[in-house]
């Protein structure tokens, strides 16, 4: 047999930082490193396991056999077992065996810090080094610019596992497949960047990712984690970002994973209050604990470090904030000044902003929070959170309720789509149509919308026009650029024979010019979060359903004015108060033919009359195309 040979990679300082909570780079630390001892070539072991009376790794090189290999614990009290096993390298399958002191429970554990695990339904870690060559260096040096917040920011959020699949084989694509067809198709459609739903490892499909047991390890169901990095490599050196899902708000109770670790609640607050979600059967990290916010805040810096993210989308934010979040009276403790906010929760996510971005400047951290929370989008010094970007629930739901209307009745409505602009500034808002609206029996994006099939293609070719046109960064789940017609299926690939089909190819055009708009046009992007950039001149009108406004950039020759007909009912003559005098074209007409429309209605050149409307001392007439958007802009 051959013995663990003591060795360490922990000095006292990290020990110190990793009890304080501190230390945001514990994957250098712990987990599987391949090294050479003395001459020996092997791998180092490291996992915290406090209450454990002793830690064993297992794995096929000593045919799972517990007791052959057992690490060695520090003296410090720091719960760490550690040390060297001659012999063991890249491509091992491996487990922690733990013994614990606690009713002397066992169990067989997946590495927490695992840089690669076996495919599921397997559950095993590997010993895993690459020697990836990234070839992003341009990419890291102007992200700052592409990632900043009065930049153009639209986000294509994907599934890799049902984007594509590869068809004579019936199966997904892979990462190097990936890196070829969904760059090139985000590329083509002038998304700034694309977002990845939980690619980290996870046991059960159907939870879409969003139950990670393997918080360090890109999932193997698309390949090798080199072949992760070849991805985000192509992305970038097509000056696209990435953006991960990441899930520090709970996690599953699988007997490999984190639950339960080393036989007592080690990673879940051991208040089932506080450590227990219902809605999701999942355990809540207890972010109380030094060492789980250690763990949580180094995982975050890995994707940043390790793989090169340009920004985090952390799920169930409002999840976090409160202790009574989907609990009934009784199921739920107030906080020390009996209030219902999880000031552990809030403490964690004010840390994690302050060291990301102290870290990574030129990164996002983007909050998926549904309340009215304040300050989610704040700097920390300012009182907030700290996360650079918040999802905007309520224009999701106003504008979905409101498009879903027949346009008869739409002027009865039209307070709920100004709604969103009494509120617009108060976060960075991110308007999202994410995965969740087209699940669970809530239809399609398409299908959410009235009318016969013209004017459900209008009514959505407006909808996404508004959508560019309002103040906030964007966000499209796959599917929704080209109008699927069914739900999203997890297991299924898109509808891409729609494409087949005229008016799925105008929303496809339509959204890939409208990015282009959203790129190229600075007062859609430069005051985008700021009410400098927003101006009414009149949302009066809700008997033709017809909304005007100012989008405005750092320089008055950029500003845009939007015009939105809500109806079927083309409108001739249409008189619009301007903000001064002077020559206006057309720049975009979402009625054009290109995009399914009519094209029956559009406005060539167009001047200002000295005549008093909306308040205004200038005016002109227009005419909207049934069901559009038109955007105007001084020559």
């Known amino acids: ?23 945001y780079k514990l994957y250098e630390k712990f987990g ?36 052959e290999h057992k690490l060695n614990v520090r003296w410090d009290e720091s719960g760490i077992w550690e040390g060297f096993i001659p012999n063991v390298g890249k491509g091992t399958t491996y487990k ?22 076996e495919h599921p339904p397997k559950t095993a870690s590997i010993v895993w080094e690459d020697n990836y060559k990234w070839k992003d260096s341009k990419w890291l040096k102007k992200r700052k610019k592409h990632n900043a917040l009065d930049a153009p920011y639209s986000v294509y959020e994907v599934h890799l596992g049902s984007w594509k699949k590869h068809l004579e084989e019936n199966r997904f694509l892979s990462y ?41 390890a890109p999932t193997s169901r698309f390949g090798y984690p080199e072949e992760f990095k070849l991805l985000v490599d192509t992305f970038h050196e097509n000056d696209i970002g990435i953006i991960l899902d990441w899930v520090p708000s709970h996690f599953p109770e699988d007997a490999h994973g984190l639950g339960f670790f080393d036989g007592t609640c080690l990673y879940e ?35 940043f470090d390790q793989y090169h993210a340009d920004a985090i989308r952390v799920d169930a934010v409002a999840s976090m904030l409160f202790l009574d979040y989907s609990r009934n009276e009784g199921e739920w403790e107030p906080n020390i000044y009996g209030g219902r906010e999880n000031l552990d929760a809030i403490a964690f996510m004010k840390e994690l902003n302050e060291a990301v971005y102290g870290e990574f400047p030129d990164v996002q951290t983007i909050a998926e929070e549904s309340t009215s929370f304040p300050g989610v989008s704040k700097p ?25 209307k027949e346009p008869v ?28 609206e087209v699940v669970y029996g809530k239809k399609s994006i398409l299908n959410k919308m009235p009318g016969d099939e013209w004017q459900k293609f209008a009514n959505l070719r407006t909808m996404y026009s508004y959508m560019f046109t309002h103040p906030g960064t964007k966000l ?34 339509l959204i890939r010019d409208l990015n282009l708009l959203y790129k190229t046009e600075p007062a859609l992007s430069q005051k985008q979060f700021s009410k400098d950039g927003f101006e009414w001149i009149d949302y009066n009108d809700a008997e033709n359903s017809v909304l005007v406004y100012i989008r405005k950039g750092n320089k008055p020759k950029d500003n845009l004015i939007i015009v939105c007909n809500m109806t079927p009912q083309p409108r001739e003559n249409y008189r619009i108060g301007l903000p001064k005098k002077g020559t206006l074209k057309q720049i975009f007409n979402s009625d054009d033919k290109q995009y399914f429309g009519s094209g029956d209605f559009n406005n060539t050149t167009i001047t200002s009359e000295a005549k008093k409307w909306h308040s205004r001392t200038h005016s002109t007439e227009v005419t909207l195309p049934p069901l559009a958007m038109i955007t105007l802009k001084y020559s």
């Open 1 to 23: 047999m051959t013995k663990v040979i003591p060795h360490s990679l922990f000095t006292d300082f990290d020990i110190n930082l990793f009890k304080s909570g501190k230390h």
């Open 32 to 67: 599987s490193h391949i090294t050479t001892i003395d001459g020996e070539e092997g791998t180092y072991f490291a996992v915290w396991a406090p209450s454990a009376k002793s830690v064993s790794v297992i794995g096929d090189f000593n045919f799972w056999k517990e007791n």
């Open 96 to 117: 922690y065996k733990i013994e614990s002191n606690h009713n002397n429970v066992i169990t067989e554990k997946a590495d927490p810090y695992a840089k690669r695990n």
């Open 176 to 216: 190097v497949e990936l890196a070829d067809q969904l760059v090139d198709y985000v590329k083509e459609m002038n998304f700034t960047h694309v977002e990845f739903m939980p690619i980290m490892e996870f046991p059960y499909n159907p939870s879409w990712g969003y139950q990670i047991t393997g918080y360090f």
């Open 269 to 303: 607050h051991p208040d089932k209050r506080k450590g227990y979600h219902p809605d999701w059967k999942s355990l809540i990290f207890n972010y109380g604990r030094n060492e789980v916010k250690s763990f949580l805040i180094s995982n975050a810096f890995y994707w």
């Open 380 to 404: 920390v010094f300012l009182g907030g959170l700290g996360f650079g970007m918040k999802w905007m629930m309520g224009w999701m739901h106003d504008t979905l309720d409101y498009f879903a």
């Open 409 to 436: 009745y739409r002027k009865h409505h039209q307070n709920d789509l100004t709604f969103s602009m009494t509120y617009a500034f108060t976060e960075n808002f991110m308007l999202p149509l994410s995965h969740d």
């Open 476 to 509: 499209l789940f796959q599917g929704n650029e080209f109008a699927q017609g069914e739900e999203w299926n997890f297991q299924e690939s898109l509808d891409w024979h729609l494409l087949e089909y005229k008016p799925h190819i105008g929303i496809k055009n």
